[in-house]
């Protein structure tokens, strides 16, 4: 029972309630960082470090804090792992971090966290935070992966830094901010028909 | 306990918290952050100058650069240059012999547009350097501009200008102050 439950809160983030296609929350660094499929498994790996790392604690002290400061409380926590995922990302990956710039300390206002922090974590123990943690960060994770793996072919010509085609000469939009609103809204609604035809 | 301190008591514990744990991470990474950096410098160092064997590292006026030797003699002069991009700052170094020729350009950081002004530093498959950037090989840094000497990358006028004007205005400032 425990062991299915605990599953559960892993796989809502995978589909059900994909923070990207679902729930459509942190579009902010989705759109801009999607550029290449690297910078997408950078930030996703970043954001879902910082999330595991805030619902832990925030749920650990969920029962201390007074519900009139807690959004300060929940801020402090995050921008703690966000400084300490761009610290070390600095220092152990410089090229991922040059190419992700500000947008590694803009996790801080990336609404998935904070969300999850008031949503699930402020009211639920530990073990289960963590999993809703993980669930929405790997969630997060793919969906930036295929968002930028389109961009990258379609906008640059190449797939993982390695060239596709030679004769095609790739449309630079993909790569700017218009693909980005394009490739989103066009997989969204391309998820919302097949989910509603299968639904009937 | 009124409840305004015991607010401020429970916010004020978490932060300091925060504070320490932050502290230690800092000090931790600093070193492993710092040491890349300055050995990209030099192997960048080397390559803009290759006729030199070794640098002395120099300030004038708030210009960093370095003196590039060959034996006892100056050969030329590495100039740290710092130019405004698309999107943040494009720190830079550009070596430039005693009579202002430019013999070679190295990008350290810059933050700007990926597929577009990133191409400022981009290696095309088979080659050793930047084809951007080889343009500036054997121009005058006094005079150097876009358009005329340097052809701009499609879609990136901004990074591209903004590269060569900092050059220009940097070691053209150093040089004549140099002179003085």
């Not at chain 1, 060239?163 to 989103?184: H, N, R, V």
């Not at chain 2, 499609?154 to 903004?162: L, N, P, R």
Request: hydrophobic share 45%; charged share 20%.
């Amino acid at each position: 029972m425990a062991k299915t439950k605990l599953l559960g809160e892993f796989v809502k983030g995978l589909w059900r309630e994909n923070p990207t296609f679902r729930i459509v929350l942190g579009l902010c660094p989705t759109l801009a960082v999607s550029t290449s499929i690297v910078n997408g498994i950078g930030m996703g790996v970043a954001a879902t470090f910082v999330l595991v790392g805030s619902n832990i604690f925030v749920s650990l002290v969920r029962n201390i804090v007074p519900e009139k400061v807690r959004i300060p409380c929940f801020i402090v926590v995050i921008a703690t792992f966000v400084t300490i995922a761009d610290l070390f990302m600095k220092a152990y990956a410089p090229l991922l971090s040059r190419s992700l710039g500000m947008f590694v300390p803009l996790i801080v206002v990336n609404c998935i966290v904070l969300g999850r922090a008031e949503a699930f974590s402020s009211k639920e123990p530990p073990l289960k935070s963590i999993f809703d943690a993980l669930g929405m960060g790997i969630g997060f994770t793919w969906a930036l992966i295929v968002i930028s793996a389109i961009r990258e072919a379609l906008g640059n010509g190449t797939m993982l830094g390695f060239s596709l085609s030679k004769t095609f000469e790739p449309p630079l939009f993909m790569i700017l901010a218009p693909g980005a609103l394009l490739t989103i809204g066009i997989l969204i609604a391309a998820i919302n028909y097949f989910t509603h035809k299968r639904q009937g | 306990m009124s409840q305004l301190t015991k607010f401020g008591l429970i916010l004020g514990v978490i932060c300091l918290t925060a504070t320490l744990v932050l502290a230690v991470t800092y000090e931790v990474t600093k070193p492993k952050i710092e040491e890349p950096l300055k050995k990209e410098e030099q192997s960048a160092l080397k390559s803009i100058m290759p006729s030199a064997d070794s640098f002395s590292e120099k300030t004038l006026d708030e210009i960093g650069y370095f003196e590039a030797l060959k034996g006892k003699t100056v050969v030329g002069y590495c100039v740290r240059v710092v130019g405004s991009g698309y999107s943040g700052y494009i720190r830079m170094i550009a070596g430039v012999d005693l009579n202002g020729i430019i013999q070679g350009v190295a990008i350290l950081e810059h933050s700007e547009t990926p597929g577009l002004g990133a191409k400022i530093n981009e290696i095309r498959p088979g080659e050793s350097e930047p084809w951007f950037l080889r343009q500036f090989k054997g121009k005058n840094a006094g005079i150097i501009a876009v358009k005329r000497d340097i052809d701009a990358i499609t879609g990136a006028t901004i990074s591209s200008k903004a590269v060569t004007d900092a050059i220009r205005k940097t070691v053209d400032e150093l040089l004549s102050k140099l002179k003085r």
